[in-house]
């Protein structure tokens, strides 16, 4: 026997999805177990006509919701919780009407897929069938061609239901008021889970941050009176928006994004430290700014309404005079790295409109480690005793930019 789990949103059904934003789900309630495998032999994206079929065959089944994002149209199925590990996205996309797909976790205990759409497709139908012998399930979904006014209208994030709420793990800190007593430093590992950022010959930004974050922070916490928090402690998604907020519900002092990016155009090579501007110091810059604000929206996060964000944090950079600290910051991380002999680029200090330094009262910078698309670079950030040096430079100019910064604290304004 075969239970199935079906909600449809065909003509007679348009005002319910409008509703919904477009999302159809079963709640984390069912009393579904994970961890869910995808077989592969029973999972295909296909065009069907005008239409869009999704399959994704299970082992077991698990909670799950879908729905659909408008700037860029896109797609997003989210479970409680599925194995992603051999699934081809070669294999499994076979659609003119999809241009790509992410699949991972998205948060602890969620995993999420993320389809690019080709056109405006909104979602008709979906079910879930499960199989009351085996318990192996089967996710049907049907997405049919829409206007771009009525994808819009049916688009957009699921009203919020506390059974779908994620759960606050360790790295995620509690407000803390501010004292005379230890620096704390936020490290925020880019990118992680759907979304894995640069890849080049085996090495994977989101892993070698992680790694290389803790690495700092065994650093840093060897420093006296240095706290450390990480944005993220494994494997998952952390949207720029939550990165900031974790910086100021720890009540940072410092916040320090790391990255690894590749840019093949140029041969890029060498540390660099990037600050928060309006105008990107140069188009590479600017290309690196959009690409990581990109990697957000299209890991699924709805960013409706939340343009004109780095104007503002401009001005109140300008207004709080938050960015000359900034400025110190990069200059002693910098200082520290050619003392320590780890490779800089030319231009070691640059800006770019990077979203996730938009704290308008907390010190920010974002280190690109090196980059992926350099062989050399890409040898250093594989070899842990290189790490090991990168890691002591960035404490030790932490360290001097903590004793310049308390000197000329007297000519912030009041």
Same mark, same amino acid.
Request: net charge negative; charged share 25%.
């Given at each position: 026997?075969?239970?199935?789990?079906?909600?449809?949103?065909?003509?007679?059904?348009?005002?319910?999805?409008?509703?919904? &934003?477009?999302?159809?789900?079963? /709640? #984390?309630?069912?009393?579904?177990? =994970? @961890?869910?495998?995808? !077989? *592969?032999?029973?999972?295909?994206?296909?065009?069907?006509?005008?239409?869009?079929?999704?399959?994704?065959?299970?082992?077991?089944?698990?909670?799950?919701?879908?729905?659909?994002?408008?700037?860029?149209?896109?797609?997003?199925?989210?479970?409680?919780?599925?194995?992603?590990?051999?699934?081809?996205?070669?294999?499994?996309?076979?659609?003119?009407?999809?241009?790509?797909?992410?699949?991972?976790?998205?948060?602890?205990?969620?995993?999420?897929?993320?389809?690019?759409?080709?056109?405006?497709?909104?979602?008709?139908?979906?079910?879930?069938?499960?199989?009351?012998?085996?318990?192996?399930?089967?996710?049907?979904?049907?997405?049919?061609?829409?206007?771009?006014?009525?994808? &819009?209208?049916?688009?957009?994030? /699921? #009203?919020?239901?506390?059974?779908? =709420? @994620?759960?606050?793990? !360790? *790295?995620?800190?509690?407000?803390?008021?501010?004292?005379?007593?230890?620096?704390?430093?936020?490290?925020?590992?880019?990118?992680?889970?759907?979304?894995?950022?640069?890849?080049?010959?085996?090495?994977?930004?989101?892993?070698?941050?992680?790694?290389?974050?803790?690495?700092?922070?065994?650093?840093?916490?060897?420093?006296?009176?240095?706290?450390?928090?990480?944005?993220?402690?494994?494997?998952?998604?952390?949207?720029?928006?939550?990165?900031?907020?974790?910086?100021?519900?720890?009540?940072?002092?410092?916040?320090?994004?790391?990255?690894?990016?590749?840019?093949?155009?140029?041969?890029?090579?060498?540390?660099?430290?990037?600050?928060?501007?309006?105008?990107?110091?140069?188009?590479?810059?600017?290309?690196?700014?959009?690409?990581?604000?990109?990697?957000? @929206?299209?890991?699924?996060?709805?960013?409706?309404?939340?343009?004109?964000?780095?104007?503002?944090?401009?001005?109140?950079?300008?207004?709080?005079?938050?960015?000359?600290?900034?400025?110190?910051?990069?200059?002693?991380?910098?200082?520290?790295?050619?003392?320590?002999?780890?490779?800089?680029?030319?231009?070691?200090?640059?800006?770019?409109?990077?979203?996730?330094?938009?704290?308008?009262?907390?010190?920010?910078?974002?280190?690109?480690?090196?980059?992926?698309?350099?062989?050399?670079?890409?040898?250093?950030?594989?070899?842990?005793?290189?790490?090991?040096?990168?890691?002591?430079?960035?404490?030790?100019?932490?360290?001097?930019?903590?004793?310049?910064?308390?000197?000329?604290?007297?000519?912030?304004?009041?």
């Amino acid at each position: 026997m075969i239970g199935t789990i079906t909600r449809a949103f065909g003509a007679l059904a348009l005002v319910a999805a409008i509703a919904v &934003a477009g999302a159809a789900q079963t /709640p #984390p309630g069912q009393g579904f177990s =994970a @961890l869910a495998r995808v !077989d *592969m032999a029973s999972s295909q994206i296909r065009d069907r006509g005008d239409a869009l079929s999704v399959e994704l065959g299970l082992t077991q089944g698990v909670p799950w919701r879908i729905f659909t994002l408008d700037g860029p149209p896109r797609a997003v199925l989210d479970f409680r919780e599925v194995d992603w590990q051999g699934v081809d996205k070669v294999a499994l996309m076979n659609s003119d009407g999809v241009t790509d797909l992410r699949y991972g976790t998205f948060r602890p205990g969620w995993s999420r897929l993320v389809i690019d759409l080709a056109r405006p497709m909104a979602l008709d139908r979906a079910g879930l069938k499960v199989d009351d012998g085996s318990g192996a399930a089967q996710l049907s979904a049907r997405f049919v061609p829409a206007s771009p006014e009525r994808f &819009a209208a049916v688009s957009g994030m /699921p #009203p919020d239901d506390p059974l779908w =709420a @994620l759960p606050e793990g !360790d *790295m995620l800190p509690r407000p803390r008021a501010r004292t005379d007593g230890p620096l704390v430093v936020v490290i925020d590992p880019g990118h992680g889970g759907i979304d894995p950022g640069a890849e080049r010959e085996g090495l994977v930004e989101k892993d070698l941050m992680l790694t290389f974050a803790r690495e700092l922070r065994e650093a840093l916490i060897r420093a006296t009176g240095i706290d450390v928090v990480l944005t993220r402690n494994d494997d998952s998604f952390v949207s720029l928006e939550r990165r900031v907020a974790i910086a100021h519900e720890r009540g940072a002092d410092l916040f320090v994004s790391l990255h690894a990016d590749v840019l093949p155009e140029g041969g890029a090579k060498g540390a660099v430290v990037h600050l928060l501007a309006e105008t990107a110091t140069d188009e590479a810059s600017a290309k690196l700014a959009e690409r990581h604000d990109r990697d957000d @929206l299209l890991s699924g996060v709805d960013l409706t309404g939340k343009d004109d964000v780095v104007a503002d944090v401009l001005m109140d950079l300008a207004r709080l005079e938050t960015q000359p600290r900034s400025t110190r910051v990069a200059n002693a991380l910098v200082d520290a790295m050619r003392k320590a002999e780890v490779p800089v680029n030319s231009h070691p200090v640059r800006a770019a409109g990077f979203s996730v330094l938009k704290a308008p009262d907390i010190p920010s910078v974002l280190i690109e480690l090196g980059f992926l698309s350099n062989p050399r670079d890409r040898k250093n950030l594989a070899d842990p005793a290189f790490r090991t040096r990168l890691a002591e430079a960035i404490r030790d100019g932490i360290q001097a930019w903590v004793v310049a910064d308390t000197a000329a604290s007297h000519l912030v304004r009041q």
